[in-house]
C-alpha cells in the first residue's frame, strides 16, 4: 500500500514594509508629506529584503554558527572568528542603506532617529542579531561625539556612521566582567600608563558580544585610581594593527548561549592592550552613559520589532492550517489569542517610538523644555516594559504553532530563545527598576516632565472612548507617582522592594495613553478604526501593577 502523508505548508513572510499596518500608520503620523515618499521608499526596500532574501537566508543557515581556531598550521596564535554567512551579507547592506549612518546624516532633522530606527526595526529579526555591533557602533559614535575628543572623532565616527561596506567599523562595548555584571565598578581591569604617555590594559571581559568589530569602548581602572565605578576610565581600544592581527588581545573562547548563538561572543584576556582615554581618568560610567542609553534604545526597538516577526508568522500560519475542521483563523479562541499578541506588540511600538523622537530632537538640538528629563527617565522603563513584553509575546507564538513551534528545524524556537535576551542586556528589569527611581529622584521636575507628556498626548484625544482610555493611563501613573512620594520618606526599603512594579506601571500605562493618542489620529486622518480596537484591548490588560507585597513575605519565600 503507497502512504503520502500530509505536509504542512510553513509561514510565509512578504514585503515586512507593506504588511505592516502598525508601522506604516506611524511613519504617516511622524514623517510630514514631503518626506514620506524617499523614507517609505527605503523603509519598502529594506521590508523586501526581510522578508525575503534575508529571512529565506536565516532559514537555510539555520544551523551554522560562528567558529573560533585558536592556531595556525604552523602553531602560530590567531584567534581568528568566522561568522555566518548572514553576518557577512549584514555587513554589505547595513552601511549601503544607512542603518546606522541615517541618524548621523540627519537629513530629517530631529525625525531622522524615527527614519533610521524604522529601519532597523524592519532588518532585525531578519538579521540573526547582527544589530548587536550595529547598536554599539550606534553608541560607540554617539558617545565620541559626546566626548568632545576631536582625534578620536575624526578616526573613528567617519567609519561607524560610513555607507561604504569597504570603510564601515562597528565596535564592541567590553564591561562585563565576572566580578559583576551590572555592577560594573567591581572591574578588575587595570589600564597602565606606559613612559610615552600611552596607555595598556590588563585583564579579563567575560562577556564581550562584538568580537569581530575593529574597535571597542571598554572600562579600565589607572593604577592607583579610586576604587568603585568613580575610579574607573573610559577607554578607546582599535582591536587590531596593520597586519590585522589582535593587539594583545586573546579569545579564551566563545560562549555557549541560550540563543544569540549566531553572535559571536568571547571572553577576551587583554594582556597589556594598547588603549586611548576618551576623556579624562575617572567617572568612566558617567562617560559611557551616552553609549548606554543608544544601546538600551536598540534594544527596545529589537524587542518591538520581534514581537511583531512572531506574530507575522502566526498570522501567516493560521491562514494555512487546518484543525478541527476549520482553518485556525476561523476559530474564536486562536483569534483571541491572535489579538491580544496584537495589542501587546501595537502598543509596545508607540512606546519605542515616543522614545526615538524625544532622542531624535535632542539629537538635532530641537529639544523642547522637558526633553532631557524624560529621556533620562524613558529610556529604562522602555527596555524594561518592551523587554519583558516579547518574552510573553514570543513564547505564545510558538504555542500558535503547536509541535511545530518546539521543532529547531522550522526555524520557529530560535524567536523565543533569542528575546530571551532583551530582559537581561544592557541591565536587567530589576537593574532598570532602580534606574528609574534614581531618574525620579532627580526633583519634582521629573513628574512635571511626565505630565507634560501625558497633557500632550490624552488631552489631545477627541473620540470619548480614547479619551476614558487616556484618562485610565494618566490615573494610573499619578497614583503610582503618589505611592513613591508617599512611601520613599518612610519606608525607602519598601520603595527599592516594589520598583519593578513601579517602573512596570509607568511603561505599561505610557503604552496605553500612547496607543490611545494614536488611536486617535488614525480616526480622525487615515479614517481607520483598527488601532483604536488596540487600544480597547490593551487597556483590559493589566497595567497598574503597583499592588503592596510586604517585604516580609518576600522575604519568607525567596530563600525558603
Known sequence: MDFSPFNQSPPELGNQYDDDRPLRSIIARLIPTDARAHVERELRAMGELAGGELYRLSLEDRSNEPTLTHWSPWGERIDRIEVTKLWQRGAEIVPALGVVATAYERKLGALSRVHQFALAYLFTPSSDVYTCPLAMSDGAARTLIASGNTALIDRAVPRLTSRDPKSFWTSGQWMTESTGGSDVGKSETVATREPDGSYRLWGRKWFTSATTSEMALTLGRPEGGAPGGRGLALFYVETRDENGRLRNIEVNRLKDKLGTRKVPTAELMLHGT????????????????????????????????????????????????????????????????????????????????????????????????????????????????????????????????????????????????????????????????????????????????????????????ADPELRAIGERARTAIRRANGWLAETFGTSPLDVEASARRYALTLGRSLELALLAHHADWSLAHEKDGRAKLAAIRFARAPFDLLASRPRDESAALALD
Not at 506574530?311 to 479562541?333: D, I, N, T
Not at 530563545?417 to 530589576?430: C, F, H, K, S, Y
Open 274 to 461: 594598547p588603549a586611548t582615554p576618551v576623556i579624562g581618568l575617572d567617572h568612566g560610567i558617567r562617560n559611557i552613559a551616552p553609549m548606554l542609553n543608544i544601546t538600551r534604545t536598540w534594544n527596545t526597538m529589537c524587542s518591538v520589532s520581534s514581537m511583531r516577526r512572531g506574530l507575522a508568522l502566526a498570522r501567516s500560519y493560521a491562514k494555512k492550517r487546518h484543525a478541527f475542521g476549520a482553518l485556525l483563523s476561523e476559530k474564536p479562541l486562536h483569534l483571541d489569542t491572535l489579538a491580544d499578541l496584537a495589542a501587546e506588540t501595537e502598543a509596545a511600538a508607540h512606546l519605542a517610538f515616543a522614545v526615538i523622537e524625544i532622542l531624535g530632537r535632542l539629537e538635532a538640538n530641537e529639544a523642547r523644555t522637558h526633553d532631557e528629563t524624560l529621556l533620562r527617565l524613558l529610556t529604562p522603563i522602555a527596555k524594561l516594559t518592551t523587554g519583558k513584553q516579547v518574552v510573553a509575546v514570543l513564547s505564545e507564538v510558538l504555542e500558535c504553532f503547536g509541535g511545530a513551534g518546539y521543532v529547531e528545524d522550522t526555524g520557529l524556537p530560535v524567536l523565543l530563545r533569542d528575546a530571551q535576551v532583551l530582559p537581561i542586556w544592557e541591565g536587567t528589569t530589576n537593574v532598570l527598576s532602580m534606574d528609574t527611581l534614581r531618574a525620579m529622584g532627580h526633583g519634582p521636575e521629573v513628574v512635571a516632565a511626565l505630565e507634560s507628556l501625558l497633557a500632550e498626548r490624552v488631552d489631545a484625544i
